[in-house]
């Protein structure tokens, strides 16, 4: 316990806007947020998703 490791990572086009997104992409990234919220329900959904949208599998991140 309270050993963990703390992983941050976010999709490299966030992390290299500075988080100065358009409003565009936060309505993109709402409705997945709320896709994620059921995982279960949408799963054919999120899957599409990860398989055609590359800017959301484009990870970068640190260890804490």
């Known amino acids: 316990m309270n050993d963990?490791?703390?992983f941050l990572h976010l999709p490299s086009y966030i992390y290299d806007s500075k988080l100065d997104l358009t409003e565009?992409?936060?309505k993109e990234l709402d409705i997945l947020a709320e896709l994620?919220?059921?995982p279960n329900d949408n799963y054919h959904?999120?899957?599409d998703i990860?398989?055609?949208i590359s800017k959301y599998r484009i990870?970068?991140?640190a260890v804490n």
């Open 4 to 6: 963990e490791i703390i």
């Open 24 to 26: 565009e992409e936060f």
């Open 36 to 38: 994620m919220l059921e």
């Open 45 to 47: 959904k999120l899957l």
């Open 50 to 52: 990860r398989n055609n």
């Open 59 to 61: 990870m970068c991140g």
